[in-house]
Each structure stands twice: as C-alpha cells, then as structure tokens.
C-alpha cells in the first residue's frame, strides 16, 4: 500500500517559519509531478506549490517569496519550507503525487498560524 506522511505542522506565531516534510513508503517519486496543497475548513482546497520531475517549480501568487518546494528522489521526500507565515495559511497541508491519471494523497498535517 502506498502511504505518504506529512510531518512537521504545528503551532507558529505570525512571522514565523515551519518546514514540512512529505516521506513515501512503496513509492518512487521519480517520474510523479510533486504538490503541496492546503484547505482551511470552510475554503476550497487550493494549490500551494508543485515541483515536476525536472525540478521547475509552481507556487500560487500568495506563496511567492514565502514558500520554497524542493524534492529528493533518492529519499523519496518533498518539502515545503514556509517563512513568513499568515494567520490565513492556518490549514491542513497534504501531500499529492501525480502522474497523468494517477494520483496519490497523504493524510495531510495541521499547520496552525496564531498570534
């Protein structure tokens, strides 16, 4: 069974840093398209960044400057490092692989930006 944890979520005053770290178990992440999405309870699920196979990297307007995706295949890892953080990047972080028609999701990690 394929299984992603998310880790590193927590607690952070407004101007402070978290870095996620997404781990696989039973998973290449080699040729899969890497992303970080969020959802705050009430809000759409939205994009936050992605990485592809070759290293080009997405992140929605809000996270420029703020956030940095990066991945290491040969640990089969993903991190987002988030500095800077808003009380409206409060939300449940996830993990996502895909690849054409195959996507992958982890259960998610809580990330809580409060003064």
């Known amino acids: 069974q394929v299984r992603f944890v998310e880790s590193g979520g927590g607690l952070v005053q407004p101007g402070g840093s978290l870095r996620l770290s997404c781990a696989a178990s039973?998973?290449?992440?080699?040729?899969?398209?890497m992303s970080w999405y969020r959802q705050a309870p009430g809000k759409e699920r939205e994009l936050v960044a992605s990485?592809?196979?070759?290293?080009?990297?997405y992140y929605q307007d809000s996270m420029k400057g703020r956030f940095t995706i990066s991945r290491d295949d040969a640990k089969n890892t993903v991190a987002l490092q988030m500095n800077s953080l808003k009380p409206e990047d409060t939300a449940v972080y996830y993990c996502?692989?895909?690849?054409?028609?195959?996507?992958?999701w982890g259960r998610g990690t809580q990330v809580t930006v409060s003064s």
């Open positions: 990485i592809t196979s070759g290293g080009t990297t």
């Open positions: 996502v692989a895909n690849r054409s028609s195959i996507t992958y």
């Open positions: 039973r998973f290449t992440f080699r040729t899969y398209v």
